[in-house]
């Protein structure tokens, strides 16, 4: 096809924009009144000052993100924080978000032992993870707590309570040892007791992670919490699993554990979707994202070529964990509270508006009839869904060129939309920048990166379909007969390539969907995780000496829970699942109910 001028464009552009000046107040804290948004001027870089300016190069349909652009990485984390299902898909964390878990929320704590704990413990949100270490013979002992005053924890994203060498522990280590040591994978007791010892300065009362469910690495068991109930319970099993021989894996796990195993999975998997874990309340102004290239610029090369599953902070240089732990403490004792923006709630308004919408677009895609007609009526159908999602961006005033109007650029008339879509979630909070916490302003940057590839791909695909004559609400004069099939086979490229891009996990589900006697399932540690090779032991931290035998210490670590129990972990490496599959998890339907299978 032929095109169109770009002068004449940018003049369409401005003519179209000055007809809806006015329909665009702004009001911002701090003045006296509120001033127009003036999208008129496509050369006024005023607009978007922290963001993106508005020249209309700087709208180009064709100019997609850097090869080591993170925006999409840090919206994706941001927008998976306290989910389940993400964060189990995605298992090696990057973020440290300070929180509180509010006044009355009840934590619980199961053991062998009749007696409350007198140094750190772990603690779970729900009492069906608890319970699996409420274990001994045929009995057990099971502690709630309840907060009764705020408590100041930091959260680790990612399934960051499961004890695999491949990057879910690398954080926790930079704070408790100074660097990542995955030789020490297994030494839980130092783990916490260093956590609870650095946290101390600031105040935090523990340490919010993830395995099967989440859970409470809570530091003192007389601040901030109360003893609501300690009861000695039964149970169906005995704890009588120990240390096999060497070379041999341990016998298969009592059918009584499987069953508290599997609830404790199915407790977790009512966090698996927003709003997720809402019993711990974090403050994402003081977020803290090692995919912040600024911040941890030594990953950017340890990344490089690397599939998102293997992304980890492991090799981060020195210079960057320094700075790394210079920015934690500002963040933990800072007196900002920050802009006040819900930025969580920004980043769902965000994917509920286009998951599904691109989803559906992709399932239309995937069509290859024989009959010419029908492949034009599904491009039609395609091109409906890209209106929908630009409608509210779609100028009254648009006038397209037809399509032997000679130019550079055959779609610059659809810039305006462009730019309409890529920033209205976000125009009114950069006047707010001078409020911003550097978290907020990296949370800005990383929502407008998304939006922008949203909105360019989405808009230049809606634009090839008007230039093509498939719609009704801008109706043009063709040429010639449009080419259906490439036109289907580029779009169905472009959306792949920018839903892979975006890479939200609210797109992984079990197809078809389970049964009532089944739970939808990504491998979880520990019950599908592979059999551990050997470790070398980790040094003995005379700080966190117990009176239990060291082989059950040493086995419980395996679990991440207190050295009272059985080697949990241990057993359940007897599934064995493939390397393969635990590095790259995929859903599965398993029964809930016996026979249990994983």
Same mark, same amino acid.
């Given at each position: 096809?032929?095109?169109?001028?770009?002068?004449?464009?940018?003049?369409?552009?401005?003519?179209?924009?000055?007809?809806?000046?006015?329909?665009?107040?702004?009001?911002?804290?701090?003045?006296?009144?509120?001033?127009?948004?003036?999208?008129?001027?496509?050369?006024?870089?005023?607009?978007?000052s922290?963001?993106?300016?508005?020249?209309?190069?700087?709208?180009?349909?064709?100019?997609?993100?850097?090869?080591?652009?993170?925006?999409?990485?840090?919206?994706?984390?941001?927008?998976?924080?306290?989910?389940?299902?993400?964060?189990?898909?995605?298992?090696?964390?990057?973020?440290?978000?300070?929180?509180?878990? !509010?006044?009355? =929320?009840?934590l619980?704590?199961?053991?062998?032992?009749?007696?409350?704990?007198?140094?750190p413990?772990?603690?779970? =949100?729900?009492?069906?993870?608890?319970?699996?270490?409420?274990?001994?013979?045929?009995?057990?002992?099971?502690?709630?707590?309840?907060?009764?005053?705020?408590?100041? $924890?930091?959260?680790?994203?990612?399934?960051?309570?499961?004890?695999?060498?491949?990057?879910?522990?690398?954080?926790?280590?930079?704070?408790a040892?100074?660097?990542?040591?995955?030789?020490?994978?297994?030494?839980?007791?130092?783990?916490i007791?260093?956590?609870?010892?650095?946290?101390?300065?600031?105040?935090?009362?523990?340490?919010?992670?993830?395995?099967?469910?989440?859970?409470?690495?809570?530091?003192?068991?007389?601040?901030?919490?109360?003893?609501?109930?300690?009861?000695?319970?039964?149970v169906?099993?005995k704890?009588?699993?120990?240390?096999?021989?060497?070379?041999?894996?341990?016998?298969?796990?009592?059918?009584?554990?499987?069953?508290?195993?599997?609830?404790?999975?199915?407790?977790?998997?009512?966090?698996?979707?927003?709003?997720?874990?809402?019993?711990?309340?974090?403050?994402?102004?003081?977020?803290?994202?090692?995919?912040?290239?600024?911040?941890?610029?030594?990953?950017?090369?340890?990344?490089?070529?690397?599939?998102?599953?293997?992304?980890? $902070?492991?090799?981060?240089?020195?210079?960057d964990?320094?700075?790394?732990?210079?920015?934690?403490?500002?963040?933990?004792?800072?007196?900002?509270?920050?802009?006040?923006i819900?930025?969580?709630?920004?980043?769902?308004?965000?994917?509920?508006?286009?998951?599904?919408?691109?989803?559906?677009?992709r399932?239309l895609?995937?069509?290859?009839?024989?009959?010419?007609?029908?492949?034009?009526?599904?491009?039609?159908?395609?091109?409906?869904?890209?209106?929908?999602?630009?409608?509210?961006?779609?100028?009254?005033?648009?006038?397209?060129?037809?399509?032997?109007?000679?130019?550079?650029?055959?779609?610059?008339?659809?810039? !305006?939309?462009?730019?309409?879509?890529? =920033?209205?979630?976000?125009?009114?909070?950069?006047?707010?920048?001078?409020?911003m916490?550097?978290?907020?302003?990296?949370?800005?940057?990383?929502?407008?990166?998304?939006?922008?590839?949203?909105?360019?791909?989405?808009?230049?695909?809606?634009?090839?379909?008007?230039?093509?004559?498939f719609?009704?609400?801008?109706?043009?004069?063709?040429?010639?007969?449009?080419?259906?099939?490439?036109?289907?086979?580029?779009?169905?490229?472009?959306?792949?390539?920018?839903?892979?891009?975006?890479?939200?996990?609210?797109?992984i589900?079990?197809?078809p969907?389970?049964?009532?006697?089944?739970?939808?399932?990504?491998?979880?540690?520990?019950?599908?995780?592979?059999?551990?090779?050997?470790?070398?032991?980790?040094?003995?931290?005379?700080?966190?000496?117990?009176?239990?035998?060291?082989?059950?210490?040493?086995?419980?670590?395996?679990?991440?829970h207190?050295?009272?129990?059985?080697?949990?972990?241990?057993?359940?490496?007897?599934?064995?699942?493939?390397?393969?599959?635990?590095?790259?998890?995929? !859903?599965?339907?398993?029964?809930?109910?016996?026979?249990?299978?994983?």
């Amino acid at each position: 096809m032929r095109y169109q001028s770009l002068a004449a464009a940018m003049s369409l552009g401005t003519a179209i924009l000055a007809l809806h000046t006015q329909q665009f107040p702004v009001s911002t804290t701090g003045e006296a009144g509120g001033r127009p948004l003036n999208i008129a001027n496509p050369n006024n870089d005023k607009l978007h000052s922290f963001g993106f300016g508005s020249k209309i190069e700087q709208w180009s349909l064709d100019e997609g993100p850097a090869e080591n652009a993170t925006g999409n990485l840090i919206f994706d984390t941001v927008h998976s924080l306290l989910q389940h299902w993400p964060n189990t898909r995605y298992r090696n964390g990057h973020n440290i978000i300070p929180g509180t878990i !509010p006044i009355g =929320t009840l934590l619980y704590h199961g053991t062998t032992r009749n007696a409350i704990p007198s140094g750190p413990e772990w603690t779970a =949100t729900d009492p069906e993870h608890s319970l699996v270490f409420a274990r001994g013979d045929k009995t057990g002992w099971h502690l709630t707590l309840a907060a009764t005053r705020p408590l100041k $924890v930091l959260y680790f994203d990612g399934s960051s309570a499961a004890k695999v060498p491949e990057g879910t522990l690398d954080i926790q280590d930079i704070i408790a040892w100074g660097d990542v040591l995955p030789e020490r994978v297994l030494d839980e007791n130092s783990r916490i007791t260093n956590l609870c010892r650095w946290g101390k300065e600031f105040g935090i009362d523990g340490f919010a992670r993830m395995e099967m469910d989440f859970e409470v690495m809570l530091c003192d068991f007389t601040a901030g919490v109360e003893v609501v109930s300690f009861l000695h319970v039964r149970v169906l099993w005995k704890d009588n699993i120990r240390d096999p021989p060497k070379n041999l894996r341990p016998p298969p796990p009592n059918p009584e554990l499987w069953n508290r195993l599997v609830e404790a999975m199915h407790s977790g998997s009512w966090h698996n979707r927003y709003p997720g874990e809402s019993r711990i309340v974090l403050d994402l102004a003081g977020l803290v994202s090692l995919y912040d290239i600024a911040l941890a610029p030594s990953l950017v090369p340890v990344r490089a070529g690397l599939k998102r599953q293997d992304h980890r $902070v492991f090799g981060i240089s020195p210079e960057d964990i320094s700075q790394l732990m210079r920015k934690l403490t500002e963040v933990i004792s800072r007196p900002d509270p920050g802009s006040g923006i819900d930025w969580k709630a920004l980043t769902h308004v965000i994917v509920d508006r286009y998951a599904d919408r691109l989803e559906l677009v992709r399932h239309l895609l995937n069509f290859t009839p024989s009959d010419p007609q029908e492949l034009l009526q599904r491009a039609k159908l395609v091109q409906t869904q890209l209106r929908v999602m630009l409608a509210p961006y779609l100028l009254d005033a648009t006038v397209v060129p037809s399509a032997d109007t000679p130019g550079l650029h055959r779609l610059q008339w659809a810039s !305006p939309m462009f730019r309409l879509c890529a =920033t209205t979630h976000t125009t009114a909070m950069t006047y707010q920048v001078s409020l911003m916490t550097p978290s907020e302003r990296l949370l800005l940057k990383a929502t407008e990166d998304t939006t922008r590839e949203i909105c360019r791909v989405t808009t230049n695909m809606w634009a090839v379909g008007v230039m093509s004559g498939f719609d009704t609400l801008f109706p043009i004069e063709l040429g010639g007969e449009p080419d259906v099939v490439q036109i289907m086979n580029d779009w169905r490229q472009d959306t792949q390539k920018l839903m892979s891009w975006l890479d939200w996990s609210i797109w992984i589900k079990c197809r078809p969907a389970c049964g009532p006697e089944e739970i939808c399932y990504l491998p979880t540690w520990p019950l599908s995780a592979p059999t551990p090779s050997p470790l070398r032991q980790p040094p003995q931290d005379p700080q966190n000496a117990t009176d239990a035998p060291a082989e059950v210490n040493r086995l419980a670590d395996q679990v991440g829970h207190p050295p009272e129990g059985s080697a949990i972990a241990d057993a359940f490496s007897s599934i064995g699942t493939p390397m393969e599959e635990w590095k790259r998890p995929q !859903p599965k339907c398993v029964r809930r109910l016996p026979p249990l299978q994983f």
